[in-house]
Nanobody, 123 residues
Framework: VQLQASGGGLVQAGGSLNLSCAAP????????VGWFRQAPGKEREFVAA????????YYADSVKGRFTISRDNVKNTVYLQMFNLKPEDTAVYYC?????????????????WGQGTLVTVSS
């Protein structure tokens, strides 16, 4: 099962981007969804996650107050709105469908992944 992540691009520091993650309904409908990112030479790290109903959200400290995760279960899409971007946000961003209805902060808790979308923030 493949998730489709999109919306990455090149933006200046302080700018904004909106990422989307779409998937077949059976991949999303009862599952939490998370965004992770991986910068060159670094391990994949947790960014944000949302439970299956969209009632609970979770953020890494580094993005709290700047990123917002949301979902539209009718469209089977999860969004990541990113504001006030910093050069250290530069990475490939991946979305994943968690094994359960409540997402985890560890990538091992996810069963399906998208191909990734590159976000580059210039200083």
């Amino acid at each position: 099962v493949q998730l489709q992540a999109s919306g990455g691009g090149l933006v200046q520091a302080g700018g904004s981007l909106n990422l989307s993650c779409a998937a077949p309904r059976r991949t999303f409908s009862n599952n939490g969804v998370g965004w992770f990112r991986q910068a060159p030479g670094k391990e994949r790290e947790f960014v944000a996650a949302i439970d299956w109903r969209g009632s609970s959200t979770y953020y890494a400290d580094s993005v709290k107050g700047r990123f917002t995760i949301s979902r539209d279960n009718v469209k089977n899409t999860v969004y990541l709105q990113m504001f006030n971007l910093k050069p250290e946000d530069t990475a490939v961003y991946y979305c994943g469908s968690s094994r359960g209805s409540v997402p985890t902060l560890s990538s091992s808790g996810y069963q399906y992944w998208g191909q990734g979308t590159l976000v580059t923030v210039s200083s």
